[in-house]
């Protein structure tokens, strides 16, 4: 099933074109704004970007999916979406972007659970450490790395400076690589 099935169809053709344009146009990056209704009726709105790595690669991101931001009520409409996702022969993995001065939080085990019962490698990116000491950074690693137990890949990630950057892509890079439900 298409995501497109999922919006209401006054909404198809417009997002259809706005990403078939960005497709057609090599935008490296947009972002879209739009309704979606599940098949008992209920809904709501989701923010979505959209990066073109390559042809027929690209990455989703789901703004705000984290707890900070997001009522709980928002969250649980977004259910069918991210259920959605779990059976996309193209979903290769997913990234987790935690604070690393937070440390995994409730909220973020509902996503890791779901990535586990989909089969889905995660790669957990500790971000802002560049806002931790050195040794604050290793012991929320450590932490991370404890309460994950294997779960996860997990590392420090910093947009700022860097850090973790060229880590990240590796591992972007390997699942772009393997076939499809590898």
Sequence with gaps: ???T???PETWRERVLDFYGGQFRDRIGETRLEFPFVTSDGRGGWVEQSTILLTEGS???DLPSYGYATASAAERATWAPMIDGLARRESLRGLFVVIDSRRG???GDWG???WAEAAQLPVHVLLSKSDKL???EARQALKAAETA???RAAVQLFSV???????QARAALDAWLAAPANA
């Design 133 to 135: 000491k050195r040794a």
């Design 58 to 60: 690209r990455i989703v």
């Design 160 to 166: 700022e400076d860097g850090t973790g950057l060229e």
């Design 5 to 7: 099935m999922l919006l």
């Design 1 to 3: 099933k298409h995501f």
């Design 148 to 150: 994950l137990r294997g």
């Design 111 to 113: 996503l890791l659970e």
């Design 104 to 106: 995994v939080m409730e």
